[in-house]
Nanobody, 122 residues
Framework: QVQLVESGGGLVQAGGSLRLSCAAS????????MGWFRQVPGKEREFVAR????????RHADSVKGRFTISADNTKSMVYLQMNSLKPEDTAVYYC???????????????WGQGTQVTVSS
């Protein structure tokens, strides 16, 4: 089992920045890839970014490329999502996920955090 706890969400004005953190614990060695997803009510969970614990395999969704950066610190079992130039359409609940495949498909991640709300005001 892997436990994931997100933090760092909040309310920010458009153009501002936030950094989300995800603390992983348990059998983290079984989950090579870490991802961030987001979801708004009535819509499917959307891929944002993923990375390996080594940082060698990193991908960002086109909608956030150049604005968001995922990173991982395997010495602390922490994953981060630095979000810059935030837009109102980035408003969502952001989830951290862990899995064993390099994928953007939510269904292929095995473990999920409880989510953290990010609200961007215009």
């Amino acid at each position: 089992q892997v436990q994931l706890v997100e933090s760092g969400g909040g309310l920010v004005q458009a153009g501002g920045s936030l950094r989300l953190s995800c603390a992983a614990s348990g059998r983290t060695f079984s989950s090579v890839f870490m991802g961030w997803f987001r979801q708004v009510p009535g819509k499917e969970r959307e891929f944002v970014a993923r990375t390996s614990w080594s940082g060698a395999s990193t991908r960002h969704a086109d909608s956030v490329k150049g604005r968001f950066t995922i990173s991982a610190d395997n010495t602390k079992s922490m994953v981060y999502l630095q979000m810059n130039s935030l837009k109102p359409e980035d408003t969502a609940v952001y989830y951290c996920a862990a899995g064993s495949a390099a994928t953007a498909l939510a269904a292929q991640y095995d473990y999920w955090g409880q989510g953290t709300q990010v609200t961007v005001s215009s």
